[in-house]
C-alpha cells in the first residue's frame, strides 16, 4: 500500500508530510519520557523484522493481487503505540530513500497512513478494548485479527481520499474505493492472522512485553537476548532467503488502480516538483525495487540475459533481493537503535 508520487498534487503530498512529521515529533517527546531504556535494542530489531517481512508479498486467491504485511500493529503491540510508530517511520523512510519503494512526495502519507491508523485507532480503541488488562490466547487472536482489519481498511480509505483530493490522477472515487476496500479487506485478515502467530508466540515466551505496552510500564528485569536473537534471525531468513519466493501478483493498490484504468501503472509529470523528487530519488536508491540498478540500454530489453559481474539474471535478481533484505534490515535496526538512544539520552539530560 506504499503511494507512488503519481498519484498526489504537491499540496496534499506537503500537507501529509506536515501531518507525519508533527506526529514523529510527538512520538519523540513521549518516548523521551515513557520508553523504558530495554526496548531500546527492540526497536531496532522488530524494525529489521519489519522491513523484511514487507518484501515478502502473499497472494490473495482468486483475484490476482497480492498483499504484504503493515506492520503498524505489530509493532504496537510489543513497542506501544509512540515507539511503534517511530519504528514504522524508520522502515518506511528507509524503504523510500534506498530501495525507491514509495515515493518521497508520498513519504508523509505512507507514514501517515501506514502507522497513524494502527497506532492510534486500531491499537488502543480496539486491540487493547478487545484483550482487556488480562489477555488470554483466544482474546489475543480475536482482538489482533479484527484491529488489523479496521486499521488497514482505514489506510486504503486514506490512500483514496489524499488520491482524489489531489486531482492529478483520472481515479473516480466511487470506483477507486470499491476496489480498494475490498481487496485490502482481504489482505487485512492475512495479515491479523500472521500478526496473531507473532503476538502469540511472544506471549508465550516473554508475557510481560505485551502486559508492559498495554499497562504502560517497564518490561522488568529478565533478560530480552534470546528474544531480540530470535527476531534478527528471523529478519536474516526472511529478507536473505524467504523474499525469493514473494508473490509477483500487483499489490493491493496496484491491483485496484489496473482495475479502474486498465493500466498496469499511471505516469506522473516529470516536470516541477514531481520529477524533481524522481531524480532525487534515482540517484539516492542503490537497490532499486529491491534488485540491482540496471544500466540504462539493459532497461529497454526485457528478456535481458544477463547482469552484473556476469550473473545470470535469475541469480542476480535473488543475490540482489537478498542483498536488499539483508542491507535494508541492517539500516533500518541501525536508524530504530539509534533513534532510541538519542531519545532516551535527551530524556536523562533533562
Known sequence: MHMADALLSPAVGSTMWAASAGTIAYCSHKVRT??????????????AFLFAA????????????SGHLGGG???????????????????????????ADGGLLALGCNIFNLGIFPAFIAYPLIYKKLTGNQPSQVKITFAT???????????AFGVVLETVASGVSSLPFSSFILMMQPIHLAIGIVEGIVTAAVVSFVYKARPEILQSSLQ??????????????????AAVLTGGF??????KNPDGLEWAIARVTGKDELKGTERGIHGSLAELQEKIAFLPDYSFKKPKQAESRAEAAS???????DEGSRLGTSLSGILGGLITLTLAFVIGIILKKRSHSA
Not at 485479527?145 to 489506510?155: D, E, F, K, R, Y
Request: hydrophobic share 55%.
Open 145 to 155: 485479527i479484527t484491529a488489523a482489519v479496521v486499521g488497514l481498511q482505514l489506510g
Open 242 to 247: 524467504v523474499s525469493w519466493f514473494a508473490s
Open 216 to 233: 504502560q510500564r517497564p518490561i522488568g528485569d529478565h533478560p530480552l537476548r534470546a528474544l531480540l536473537l530470535t527476531f534478527l534471525a
Open 54 to 65: 514487507q518484501m515478502i508479498n502473499f497472494t490473495i486467491p482468486a483475484t490476482g493481487s
Open 307 to 313: 547482469a552484473p559481474n556476469g550473473v545470470k539474471k
Open 73 to 99: 500493529l505489530l509493532l504496537s503491540i510489543l513497542l506501544g503505540p509512540h515507539a511503534a510508530f517511530l519504528t514504522i517511520a524508520s522502515v518506511l523512510i528507509v524503504q523510500a530513500l534506498f530501495f
Open 34 to 47: 515513557e520508553l523504558d531504556d530495554r526496548k531500546v535494542p527492540l526497536m531496532g530489531v522488530l524494525g
